[in-house]
C-alpha cells in the first residue's frame, strides 16, 4: 500500500511523458518520405523508453527474454535460408491490459488493432493514434470488414518502406484469455497469407495474475500495482513463413492459424479452446450479473 501512490504517479507520468514527447515528434519532425524512417526512429526509441518505464512502475523490474527457433518446436517446420527474415505484422497471445505496453517496450515497438473506446481514453487514445494504431468496433460487422482492409493496406505499406512505418501487432484471440487456453484464432493476422512474428508471453506471477478474467481493466491495475514483484517470460520464436504449407488461397487461413496455435501451444504449455470472443463477452456478463445478484441490498426493514 505505501508504494501505490509512487507506483501511480510513476506510471501515469511515464504515460503523460510518452504522450508529450510523441506529439513533440509529429511537431518537430515534418511528415514527408524524406523524413520518414527518422521520425519512425525516433517515435520508436520513444516509445521503447517510456513504456518501459511504466512497465517497471507496475513492479516489473526484470522481464525475461527466451529466443526459440520454430524448428524446435516444429519439426515440420523447413530450416532454410529461403524462409522469410521479416514479417509486417506481429502476433502474440493476449492475457492481460499490461501485454500491449510490454510489446511496445519491444524491439519492433510496434502499432496495434484496439477496439474502439481506446480511441477516447484520456493520454492512452491520443498516444494511440499518434502510434497509428487501428481502431476496432468488434460488434460492428462493416467495420471489421473496414479493418481488414486498414490490415491489408499496412501490409503492403510495410512492404514498400519496412523502415518508415511501425509493424502491426495482432492479437489474433480477439480477447484476452486467462492464460491457461489460447481461444480460437480469427482471420486478421493471417488471411493474407503473408509471414508473421510470433511471440508467447507467460505471466508467472505467484499470487496475483493480471490476466482479463471478469475482474476488469481497474481492478487488475489495482492489484498489479498492490503486488511487490511481477514477473513475465517472453518467448520469442522469430519469423514464421507460411509458404511451405502450400497455401492455394486466402480461403486456407484456417490451417495457417492451426499451424501458428499449435506451436504457442507447445511453448506456453496451454492447452486449446474453440470459444471466442462472444463466448468471452457472455461469460463477463453473466459473472456480472452474478454478482450484483449477490450484493448485499439496503436494509429494508421498515
Not at 41 to 50: E, H, I, L
Not at 98 to 116: Q, R, Y
Not at 164 to 182: A, C, D, H, Q, R
Amino acid at each position: 500500500m505505501f508504494l501505490l501512490p509512487l507506483r501511480v504517479f510513476h506510471f501515469f507520468a511515464s504515460s503523460t511523458l510518452l504522450l508529450i514527447f510523441v506529439r513533440i515528434g509529429q511537431i518537430a519532425i515534418p511528415n514527408s518520405p524524406q523524413f520518414a524512417v527518422s521520425k519512425r526512429k525516433y517515435m520508436a526509441k520513444v516509445t521503447r523508453f517510456f513504456t518501459r518505464s511504466g512497465l517497471y512502475a507496475c513492479g516489473f523490474y526484470s522481464i525475461e527474454y527466451k529466443h526459440m527457433k520454430i524448428s524446435d518446436v516444429d519439426n515440420t517446420y523447413p530450416v532454410n535460408e529461403k524462409q522469410a527474415q521479416d514479417a509486417p505484422i506481429v502476433i502474440s497471445n493476449h492475457v492481460s491490459w499490461a501485454d500491449i505496453v510490454l510489446h511496445m517496450s519491444t524491439p519492433e515497438s510496434p502499432s496495434f488493432l484496439a477496439k474502439h473506446s481506446v480511441e477516447h481514453y484520456p493520454i492512452f487514445g491520443p498516444t494511440a493514434k499518434a502510434l497509428q494504431a487501428i481502431f476496432v468496433k468488434r460488434d460492428n460487422r462493416d467495420n471489421k470488414e473496414g479493418v481488414m482492409t486498414q490490415i491489408k493496406e499496412r501490409i503492403d505499406l510495410y512492404k514498400e518502406k519496412p523502415q518508415s512505418i511501425p509493424k502491426l501487432i495482432v492479437f489474433p484471440e480477439g480477447t484476452t484469455s486467462n492464460g491457461e487456453y489460447l481461444i480460437s484464432f480469427k482471420k486478421g493476422a493471417f488471411m493474407h497469407l503473408n509471414p508473421v512474428k510470433i511471440y508467447a508471453i507467460k505471466y508467472t506471477n505467484k499470487k496475483f495474475s493480471p490476466a482479463f478474467d471478469a475482474l476488469g481493466i481497474g481492478k487488475s491495475f489495482l492489484f498489479t500495482l498492490l503486488q511487490l514483484k511481477n514477473s513475465i517470460t517472453v518467448y520469442d520464436l522469430g519469423v514464421f513463413d507460411p509458404a511451405y504449407l502450400n497455401l492455394k488461397s486466402e480461403d486456407d487461413w484456417t490451417i495457417y492459424a492451426e499451424k501458428v496455435k499449435s506451436i504457442m501451444m507447445k511453448v506456453l504449455g496451454v492447452k486449446s479452446s474453440e470459444l471466442g470472443y462472444a463466448e468471452a463477452v457472455f461469460y463477463c456478463d453473466t459473472i456480472a450479473d452474478v454478482a450484483k445478484q449477490q450484493t448485499p441490498q439496503s436494509d429494508k426493514k421498515e
